[in-house]
């Protein structure tokens, strides 16, 4: 089945006016049922036998805490077109983050259009506004806006400018808990923000899981899809077994999984990023865990695991082969594999087999409905 074909006779299941076009879903066409059938399979094809357990999303659509709505020439606000990353549809409605997340979305675009800002142009490389990031706390009902520009602006200036678009989100009664200007000055198509002035509001938005607290900033990680992260927390802890012995917490973020293994085990929390590393600090001290240690390091640079229990979680392309080769050499008896990307996850198991671990056990949680995407947990054992 090619599943990047939409059934335009099957528009009943269609919800979304702009499907088929946009670049942000894959797989609306699709009974959910059937979605996650298909993942299951493509899981099956990659790892030679389905996943033991499978778990769907509680929420299908408005399940987003974060959406980066990229701006366009002509003052378009939205996504990028299917496989163009030069042209963008502009989004009347987007069904994946909320309803709130939406009208904003609408009110920036005329925002922009209204004080005549200059668009991004990212074929030419020009232009001033770039991107409206939107973050949630789905359980907190916070909201941050961060809007991301190329060039800087005066003091003075985009305090006054970016009132006026708190006013218009006021007006149509949304929200927001925390609004930021973000410098991005290179010509890089990325949404982050390399330096950051707060308008208006609280530094930081929180989110609960579990029962536990997370703080998250301008450009930290988060699960994006908090109504099944809890579950994808409590498994993955679950294979873990922490049982007061140290336990390394590799690509840990913000600190999503530490928080939940500091209550049973020494952790020691591992990222690259200092932002990430210091709200880790402050999730922990929020949610009372003292036993732990935070490395701002990149993981292929450290030298030894000295534990029998792993959990990794890295980012998309998977695992540095420095990083293969610590926990070949390391081999802890427990790793804990979390990963939004199945086909670097096989790679990876597939160079951790021939150190001696074997997949005992692989947990599907669709943690992206409406898109190709797929968030799996392995557990391997030596
Ligand atoms: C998929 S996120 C997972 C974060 C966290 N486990 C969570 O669930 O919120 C990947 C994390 O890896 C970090 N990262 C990326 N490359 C890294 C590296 N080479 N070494 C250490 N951390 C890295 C990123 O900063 C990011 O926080």
Known sequence: MNVFKPFRGMSFLVKCRHYGVCGGC??????????VELKVSRLEKLFGFE????????????YRNRMD??????HVVGLK????????????????????????KNVFREFIK?????????KAQRGFVRYLVIREGKFTGERMCTVVTFKPM?????????????????????EVTSLYWGLNPYVTDVSYSFETRLIHGAPLIRERLLGNTYLIGVNSFFQSNPYTAELLVKKAVELLEPDGGKVYDLYCGVGTFSVEIGKHSKVVCVDSESEAIELLRENMRLNDVEGYEALNVKVERLRKLDTDKVLLDPPRSGLHPKAVRLLARSKPKTVVYVSCNPKTQKRDITMLSRAGYKLEHLIFIDQFPQTEHMETIALLRQ
Not at 28 to 35: D, G, I, K
Not at 51 to 62: C, D, G, L, N, T
Not at 81 to 104: F, I
Request: charged fraction near 35%; glycine fraction near 8%.
């Open 154 to 174: 005066e003091e003075g200036d985009y305090r006054a400018l970016f009132s006026k678009f708190l006013e218009l989100l006021e007006e149509k009664g949304i």
């Open 114 to 122: 209204a004080e005549g800002l200059e668009p991004w142009d990212a």
């Open 81 to 104: 077109e299917r496989g163009k990353w030069w042209r963008y549809v502009d989004l009347e409605e987007c069904l994946l983050m909320s309803r709130e997340a939406d009208l904003a």
């Open 26 to 35: 894959q797989l609306q066409h699709l009974p959910y049922r059937e979605q």
């Open 51 to 62: 996943p033991h357990e499978v778990y769907e999303s509680p929420r299908r659509f408005y």
């Open 69 to 74: 709505y990229v701006v366009g020439p002509g």
